[in-house]
């Protein structure tokens, strides 16, 4: 079936066609007419893939067409993008292509380019075709040849069209990898404006020299239950998860907010970093809090405690929970709504939500599942794990037969009587 299947992706259609084809007429023969209806439109779908094969040259043989790009825009650096085409053609036909991103020197050719591409994407695919089609000559053309004739274990020629379909091909695959560089190109850029752009509409706003990176603090607490703190990370104005902390409350009693900002806050600038790649040994460049003046004011009182001195700027919602603005130097500054800036500020205070409402969330979960299953004597991790995925709820475990739970992974007879003598004894 394997084979089939390569055979099938390598543009050999016709086995499988004649397969469907004696099916479908064996499910008409049998009066199977719904059958024979689902092989008849598979037997089309093939022809339809058929057709779209773009038919490169009559002698059917394998050949991989190779072009690059090198955008070379830029003089005033060292190195530029470049991007590899690859056609692939197998029997004759054109079956599917690959783009390559690279690093290159600004001063090498593309002869050099594609030389130093052939050895590298070569070693390391275990299909040699007979033929490379390659845009221009390349230094190592007798050694390359030799090696790649030793790899497939029959000759491989290196052609370099001048004219005729391969050279049109060879054209193609030309400009297509000029379409991917200028495509990737313009969504940099786009991401630029997005990412660094935004950052420096920031500093402009509020006046400060460098936001590259900032970190943004929330706190949530539901119904008077223990409060958590969230410490998001973006740099250059993208989130760096890896940074992200958590908070879990200890020195406040009761949802307090204010309170529970300042521990989070001294915690975090007091912590003693355990080595130069922890997150908490990264001074940020801005500090932005969740809310206006009282959180950014806990946050100057926390820094100028600690003699440290970092801008603090505030994220101030309305009344319908969407960022207004900042809060910055004792003043509300409002921002384009339009611009990235607002749209990252706005990023940055919604991940700092997120981050502490799953915090929050995961504690409570871990709660109300202790606080039952956990009680169970002889229910271990193990065994709780095993009747959630089964039964999902308490409730369902709670409504279970003995037979039932010892049917269980991991359990057996006494641990499901445990359960069901827990959740069926008499009240005291």
């Not at 915090?359 to 202790?370: F, G, I, M, N």
Request: hydrophobic share 35%.
């Amino acid at each position: 079936s394997v084979a089939q299947a390569v055979d099938f992706l390598a543009g050999n259609h016709a086995p499988v066609v004649r397969m469907l084809e004696e099916k479908m007429n064996q499910a008409s023969e049998e009066m199977e007419f719904e059958k024979a209806i689902e092989y008849r439109d598979l037997i089309r779908s093939i022809h339809q893939v058929s057709e779209r094969q773009k038919i490169t040259n009559e002698d059917g043989e394998d050949k991989d067409v190779i072009a690059l790009a090198v955008d070379d825009a830029d003089d005033t650096v060292a190195n530029a993008d470049a991007v590899v085409q690859v056609f692939f053609i197998r029997g004759g036909k054109m079956i599917g292509r690959e783009h390559f991103f690279l690093r290159v020197a600004l001063q090498d050719s593309k002869s050099v380019i594609l030389n130093s591409f052939v050895k590298q994407y070569y070693a390391g695919t275990p299909f040699v075709p007979k033929e490379l089609m390659l845009e221009t000559d390349i230094e190592d053309h007798e050694l390359v040849e030799a090696w790649l004739s030793e790899k497939r274990g029959q000759k491989v020629y290196l052609r370099i069209p001048k004219k005729g379909t391969k050279e049109k091909l060879v054209e193609m695959a030309r400009e297509n990898a000029a379409i991917v560089l200028r495509q990737d190109r313009e969504r940099i850029k786009r991401e630029e404006g997005r990412t660094i752009g935004a950052v420096h509409e920031i500093e402009n706003l509020i006046g400060v020299d460098r936001a590259m990176r900032m970190e943004a603090y929330d706190i949530s607490n539901i119904s008077g239950f223990e409060s958590v703190g969230s410490m998001i990370v973006y740099e250059k104005g993208k989130p760096k998860r890896s940074d992200y902390r958590k908070f879990k409350i200890k020195w406040v009693q009761g949802p307090n907010d204010y309170a529970s900002m300042e521990e989070v806050l001294t915690r975090r600038f007091t912590h003693e970093s355990k080595g130069e790649y922890d997150s908490f040994s990264i001074l940020p460049d801005l500090i932005l809090m969740d809310g206006g003046r009282g959180q950014v004011n806990i946050a100057r009182k926390v820094l100028g405690e600690l003699g440290i001195d970092i801008p603090v700027c505030g994220m101030v919602k309305d009344d319908n929970h969407r960022t207004r603005g900042v809060y910055f130097n004792n003043v509300e500054i409002p921002i384009d709504t339009s611009g990235e800036g607002f749209h990252l500020v706005t990023r940055i205070q919604d991940e700092a939500h997120r981050f502490a409402i799953e915090y929050h969330r995961s504690l409570r979960s871990k709660e109300q599942v202790h606080s039952v299953l956990d009680d169970i004597p002889g229910i271990g991790e193990t065994r709780r794990k095993a009747l959630m995925r089964r039964f999902r709820s308490v409730e369902n475990i709670r409504d279970a037969s003995v037979e039932e739970l010892s049917q269980t992974e991991s359990m057996n007879v006494q641990s499901a009587e445990a359960v069901y003598q827990f959740f069926h004894r008499a009240p005291n």
